[in-house]
């Protein structure tokens, strides 16, 4: 599983935002200071605005601010406004669109799965991006592939 470009690109922009949550700021000046492209900078702007993540405001000192507190904005929101619904599997994200639905006998361990992903990535807001926990508050993991069992006699 692995997020699209744009939705990384804009945890960037709103990490930014986050820093100076009340000011305004234009689509050039958070390019210049994520180092994203000005084009997709507007255009992750826009798409924000629309579900209400950011307000933009016209004029010579319009610009983007969020709309809320940076402690309000979760990672999940923002994943969910750029990629849609959280769920690995189609039979995990309501949509009833699964041949075998009906026989399906682990559609509700994806779901599980789908609902633990949300619930971690819904633990994180856009203040926890600005301040990041440090190794040693957090330490990064890398999960090895569990053992596989010995059957009798082999």
């Known amino acids: ?22 000011r305004r700021q234009s689509a050039v000046e958070l390019a210049n ?3 994203v492209a000005a084009p997709t900078v507007s255009k992750l702007l826009r ?34 406004a750029l990629e849609g619904p959280i769920a690995l599997t189609t039979c995990s994200d309501g949509a009833d ?4 639905d009906d026989h399906c006998g ?10 633990a992903i949300e619930r971690a990535l819904a633990a994180v807001t856009l203040a926890d991006m600005v301040a990041p926990l440090s190794d040693t508050e957090f330490p990064l993991r890398r999960f090895d592939a569990p053992q596989t069992r010995q059957t009798a006699g082999a």
């Open 106 to 115: 682990v559609r509700t361990n994806w779901s599980r799965i789908s609902d």
């Open 33 to 35: 200071l994520t180092h």
């Open 47 to 80: 798409q924000l605005a629309q579900v209400g993540l950011v307000e933009a405001t016209r004029g010579a000192h319009g610009g983007y601010r969020l709309a809320r507190r940076p402690e309000k904005i979760t990672i999940a929101e923002i994943v969910a």
């Open 97 to 100: 669109s699964c041949p075998i």
């Open 1 to 22: 599983m692995r997020l699209g470009k744009l939705t990384d690109y804009a945890t960037v922009i709103l990490t930014e935002m986050a820093r100076e949550p009340t």
